[in-house]
C-alpha cells in the first residue's frame, strides 16, 4: 500500500526471533523422528556454542567469516544491489592476502600484516568492481554477472594454486604465509582471531559509512529510487561501482581472515560457501550491520555445536542445515510470519 | 432514494496523527458524493476503512442497513464496494479482459475460458457504455483507458457502491470529460458513486452532493446545487481563499534560458521534441500549455540534464549547458519541481530531513569533509517544514507517511529555497488541495519577483492563464506559437493544443466567432 510505513524496531527483531523459533520447533520433529528428545539435542547444541567461554570463542570463531560476508552482501543490498558474488570475491581476496603473507617473507610484522589484509581486501574490491562495472556501464544484472565472475575466480584461483603457487606439497595449496602476516589468537586453543575485532571495526564503519556520511546518503537513494537519485544530481553508475568495491572488499576481508587466521595458507576450494552464507546472514539480519552481526553469531553456534550434537546424540550435524535453511525460509516469507503474529502495519 | 451507506462516528488514529476524527458520512442510492478537503485531511483513509484496507478505532459502518465489519478488501467485495485507486493495480502485461477477471477467472474445466472472458467483458462494457477493447493490453494504453479498466474490474465483481480515490488528478481534460460520462451512466444504472478529488469545478460538474473533511473531522455536508467554489474553498481551509492569483505585470530582465532547435529522440529513435527554440527571461513566467504526451516531459529532462539531446543547444545564463550531468546544470543555478513527485522527486523511504537535502546532500552546510552535519540538516528541515507548512511537521517521519500534497509541499519547499536562476515547475499542483495551490502558486510569483525565470509546464488551463506572462503551445514535440498572455484565450489555447495552427485560428475567429460561447 502507499501508506506502508516502516515497522517500529521492536517489531524488526522480532520477525528474525519468531523464524528462529519456528525453525528450531520444526527441528525438533527431525530429531523427533530419529528417535532423539529434541530438548536434550537442543541442550547439548546450546552448551557447546555458547555454554562457556571457550565455546562461545569457538561460536565467534566460527561467526567471523560470515560477519564478513554477511555485511558484504548487506551493503550492496543496501544501494540496490543484490551481490551473490562474495563468494568470488572472497576467493580473489583471500588468494591475494595469501600471495603478499608468503612472498614479503622478511617484512616487520606491523607492515606485513597490514599489508596482506590490504592486499585482501583489494583483490575483493576490484574483483566486485568488475561485477559493478559491468552493470553500471554495459547494463548486465549483478546476479547474473557476479555468478559467472564467481565461477571465474574459482576456476582462476584453481589454476593459480595448482600450477604457478603451488607449494609443492601433495596436497592442493600453496606455501605457508610467514608468521608476519598471521593474525594472532585471542583465546587458544580455540583458533579466535583478532580478526573478530577488525569484523566489529567493519560493522561500525559501514554503518557509519552508511547513515553520516555523503556518500551512504547517495548509495542509499540509488538504492532505494535510482530515478530520484539522478534527478538529485547523483552519478548512479558510479555509486554503483563504488558500492560493489565497497561490498567486495568486505567480501575479501572474509577470505583474508580464513588465510591469516584459520589456514594460513590458500588451500584449494577452501570455502564451504562461506560467500554464499552470506546472503543468508544478511537476508536474518535485516541489511543492518547490528543485525548482521547477530545473525552471523547464530549461525557461527549453530555450527559450533553441530559437532558436539552429532557426537552425543544420534542427530545427524546435517540438521543444523536444515535449521539454518528453514530460518532463511521463515524471514523470506515474511507475509506469513506477519499473519501468524498478526502484526497490523498500522496497529 | 434510500442510504446504501452509512458510516458513523469513524475514528482513526495513526502513530502521530488522528486521521479520521468521529466522522459521519452517507451514500444514497444512485448518487455521486463528493469527497474533498484538504491534503491530509483523511479522505483516503475513511475510504480505505470501508474498503477493509485499514481497521478503523471507533464508530460504525451501515451498508444497505445492515451494521457490517469490514476488516479487508474481501469483505467489502462481497459487500458489492468496489475501489478505484489513483495508484493503478493493473498487471501491464495482461490483456484488457483478463484483468478484469484476474481472481474469478471464467473456467473450462482446469483452463482458462477465454472466449467467455471476452464475451463477458465485452457484455459489462455494453452495459455501461465504457468502450473499451478487450483483446488490448494494458501496458498499451493511454492513462485514461485504464482507470476504465480498473472501473470495470470493480463492476465485474458486482460493485455497485464505487469509490474513486481522485480518478482526475491523472487525466487530460478530455479524458476528465469522458470519465464524467461514464459516472453519470453509472449513476443512472444505480450505482452509487464516491468521487475524491482536489477540484472544485469537478464537484459542481458532476456531483449531486458534497462533504467537506478539515484534519480529520466533517466539517460538512452541502447539496452541490446549494453551493459554490468560494464557499467550499473556504469550508475546506478554514479560511478566505484566494481563488485568483494576485500579481503584478512582470519584469522581464536578461534572457536566462536559451534553446536553439533542441531536438530530443527516446530510447526507441522516435523524435518527442522537434528543433525547439524557446528563451526564458529573468522576472518572467512562460507557461507552456499542452495535452499531456506532447514533448513537455522529455524538454524538461534534456534541461535538466536527465535526458540526452539529440541536437541543438541549450544556454542557461549564457553557458552552453547541453550535455551538462544533472549536478552541474543545478549548481549552475537550475530548480526543478518534477512532474512526477514519486518517481523523481522524492526518495519515499527517506525522512522528510533527508527529502529536503535532495540535490543539495553534497553541498555546504550540510556535508562537512564528507560527513553529514545532522545538526544543519535538522535545522533546515524545521526551517522550510514551517515555512512550507508541511503537516504533520515531523522531520523524521519517511516522506511515504505524507498525504501527496505535503509530499508536493517537500520538493517545492526544496527547489524553491534555492532561489535559482531558473526555476522550471512541471505540473506544481497536481494532487495538491486548494490551499496549497493558492500558495505554490504565490510562491511561483515570488519567485519570479525576485528575479528567477519560471518555465511552468501544466496541464490545467487555469494554472497557465493565471501564472504566466507569455504562454507557449507545445504540440507533437514543437512549440506551435508562443503569445503574451494578453493574446491567449482558453479558446485559442484548447484549439492550439489540438493541432490547429496559428494562422487557421485567426482565419477561423473571424468568420467563426459568431458560434461561439
Ligand atoms: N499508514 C499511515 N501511517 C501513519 N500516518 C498516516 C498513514 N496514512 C495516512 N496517514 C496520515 O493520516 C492523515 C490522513 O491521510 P490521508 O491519506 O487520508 O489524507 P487525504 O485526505 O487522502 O490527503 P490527500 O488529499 O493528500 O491524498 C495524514 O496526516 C497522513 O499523514
Ligand atoms: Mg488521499
Known amino acids: ?347 | 432514494m434510500g442510504k446504501v451507506l452509512e458510516m458513523r462516528a469513524i475514528t482513526k488514529q495513526f502513530p502521530r496523527v488522528l486521521a479520521n476524527d468521529k466522522v459521519d458520512f452517507d451514500l444514497n442510492h444512485g448518487e455521486i458524493h463528493a469527497l474533498v478537503g484538504e491534503n491530509g485531511s483523511g479522505k483516503s483513509t475513511l475510504m480505505s476503512i470501508l474498503y477493509g484496507l485499514y481497521q478503523k478505532d471507533g464508530g460504525e459502518i451501515i451498508v444497505r442497513g445492515q451494521p457490517v465489519q469490514i476488516t479487508e478488501p474481501r469483505q467489502a467485495i462481497d459487500l458489492k464496494i468496489g475501489m478505484v485507486f489513483q495508484h493503478f493495480m493493473l498487471i501491464e502485461p495482461l490483456t484488457v479482459a483478463e484483468n478484469i477477471v484476474l481472481g474469478s477467472e471464467i473456467r473450462k474445466g482446469p483452463f482458462l475460458d477465454h472466449k467467455r472472458m471476452v464475451s463477458e467483458v465485452e457484455r459489462l462494457s455494453e452495459e455501461y457504455g465504457l468502450k473499451i477493447d478487450p483483446n488490448a493490453k494494458v501496458a498499451d494504453l493511454s492513462v485514461g483507458l485504464q482507470q476504465r479498466v480498473e472501473i470495470l474490474k470493480a463492476l465485474y465483481r458486482g460493485a455497485d457502491i464505487l469509490i474513486l480515490d481522485e480518478p482526475t488528478a491523472v487525466l487530460t481534460p478530455q479524458e476528465v470529460e469522458d470519465l464524467f460520462e461514464v459516472l453519470n451512466t453509472l449513476k443512472s444504472k444505480g450505482t452509487s458513486i464516491v468521487f475524491i478529488t482536489h477540484k472544485i469545478k469537478e464537484v459542481l460538474a458532476v456531483s449531486d452532493r458534497v462533504s467537506v473533511l478539515r484534519r480529520g473531522k466533517k466539517i460538512g455536508t452541502k447539496s452541490t446545487a446549494e453551493t459554490n467554489e468560494q464557499e467550499l474553498a473556504e469550508m475546506m481551509v478554514g479560511r478566505v481563499v484566494l481563488l485568483r492569483v494576485e500579481k503584478g505585470p512582470a519584469k522581464p530582465g536578461r534572457e536566462v534560458l536559451r534553446l536553439d532547435g533542441v531536438t530530443v529522440k527516446d530510447q526507441f529513435g522516435h523524435v518527442k521534441v522537434n528543433n525547439v527554440s524557446l528563451t526564458v527571461r529573468s522576472g518572467e513566467v512562460l507557461g507552456i500549455a499542452g495535452v499531456e504526451g506532447n514533448g513537455q516531459s522529455e524538454l524538461v529532462e534534456a534541461i535538466a540534464g536527465l535526458t540526452k539531446v539529440a541536437g541543438g543547444s541549450i544556454h542557461l545564463s549564457n553557458q552552453d549547458i547541453t550535455g551538462w550531468s544533472p549536478l552541474r546544470v543545478r549548481r549552475a543555478g537550475f530548480g526543478l519541481v518534477p512532474e512526477d513527485r514519486h518517481r523523481r522527486g522524492l526518495v519515499l523511504d527517506y525522512s522528510v530531513a533527508d527529502n529536503l537535502i535532495l540535490g543539495l546532500h553534497g553541498s555546504k552546510p550540510f556535508v562537512h569533509n564528507g560527513l553529514r552535519s545532522e545538526k544543519k540538516i535538522a535545522e533546515h528541515a524545521e526551517e522550510l517544514i514551517r515555512d512550507y507548512d508541511i503537516r504533520p511537521p515531523v522531520a523524521s517521519q519517511p516522506a511515504r507517511a505524507l498525504s501527496g500534497g505535503n509530499q508536493q509541499k517537500i520538493v517545492v519547499a526544496r527547489e524553491f529555497t534555492q532561489n535559482p536562476d531558473l526555476l522550471i515547475c512541471s505540473q506544481p499542483t497536481r494532487g495538491v488541495d486548494v490551499g496549497a495551490i493558492e500558495f505554490i502558486h504565490q510562491q511561483v510569483i515570488a519567485q519570479r519577483d525576485q528575479g528567477a525565470a519560471v518555465l511552468l509546464v501544466s496541464a490545467e488551463l487555469d494554472e497557465v492563464l493565471s501564472l504566466s506572462d507569455r504562454v507557449a503551445v507545445m504540440y507533437n514535440g514543437e512549440i506551435v506559437n508562443v503569445m503574451p498572455i494578453e493574446e491567449v484565450t482558453e479558446h485559442k489555447l484548447g484549439f492550439l493544443m489540438l493541432g490547429g495552427r496559428p494562422e487557421e485560428y485567426d482565419a477561423n475567429e473571424v468568420s467563426g466567432s459568431a458560434d461561439q460561447d
Open chain 1, 1 to 347: 500500500m502507499r501508506t506502508k510505513i516502516k515497522a517500529l524496531p521492536w517489531q524488526e527483531l522480532l520477525l528474525p526471533l519468531a523464524a528462529v523459533v519456528l525453525a528450531l520447533l520444526i527441528g525438533s520433529v527431525f530429531i523427533l523422528y530419529v528417535g532423539e528428545n529434541p530438548l536434550t539435542a537442543y541442550g547439548i547444541l546450546f552448551k557447546e556454542s555458547l555454554g562457556s567461554v571457550r565455546n562461545i570463542a569457538t561460536t565467534l570463531q566460527r561467526a567471523t567469516p560470515l560477519m564478513f560476508t554477511g555485511m558484504a552482501v548487506a551493503f550492496a543490498f543496501r544501494a540496490g544491489l543484490f551481490n551473490i558474488g562474495a563468494e568470488g570475491q572472497l576467493y580473489i581476496g583471500a588468494f591475494a592476502a595469501a600471495w603478499v603473507g608468503f612472498t614479503f617473507a622478511n617484512l616487520p610484522r606491523i607492515i606485513h600484516l597490514p599489508l596482506a589484509i590490504v592486499a585482501g581486501m583489494a583483490g575483493g574490491a576490484l574483483w566486485a568492481s568488475i561485477a559493478g562495472v559491468l552493470k553500471a556501464k554495459l547494463g548486465v544484472h549483478e546476479v547474473i554477472n557476479t555468478i559467472m565472475l564467481n565461477f571465474i575466480a574459482l576456476f582462476l584461483t584453481d589454476w593459480l594454486v595448482t600450477g604457478p603457487f603451488h607449494g609443492g606439497s601433495w596436497v592442493p595449496e600453496t606455501a605457508r604465509i610467514s608468521a608476519s602476516a598471521a593474525l594472532s589468537r585471542i583465546y587458544p586453543p580455540t583458533r579466535l582471531t583478532t580478526a573478530v575485532y577488525l569484523a566489529v571495526v567493519a560493522a561500525a564503519a559501514v554503518y557509519l559509512i552508511l547513515w553520516k556520511t555523503k556518500r551512504g546518503y547517495e548509495l542509499r537513494a540509488v538504492g532505494l529510487n535510482p530515478s530520484a537519485a539522478e534527478y538529485g544530481g547523483i552519478n548512479v553508475a558510479r555509486n554503483t561501482i563504488i558500492a560493489m568495491a565497497i561490498s567486495g572488499a568486505l567480501a575479501g576481508l572474509a577470505g583474508t581472515e580464513q588465510i591469516l587466521g584459520l589456514h594460513n595458507r590458500f588451500i584449494l576450494r577452501f570455502s564451504s560457501d562461506l560467500g554464499f552464507m552470506g546472503v543468508a546472514v544478511a537476508l536474518l539480519g535485516k541489511n543492518h550491520p547490528v543485525g548482521v552481526i547477530l545473525a552471523a553469531i547464530l549461525f557461527g553456534a549453530l555450527q559450533a555445536g553441530s559437532a558436539a550434537m552429532d557426537r552425543l546424540t544420534a542427530v545427524p550435524r546435517e540438521l543444523i542445515t536444515i535449521i539454518q535453511a528453514l530460518i532463511i525460509f521463515f524471514v523470506a516469507a515474511e507475509y506469513l510470519i506477519r499473519r501468524m503474529l498478526r502484526l497490523k502495519e498500522d496497529a
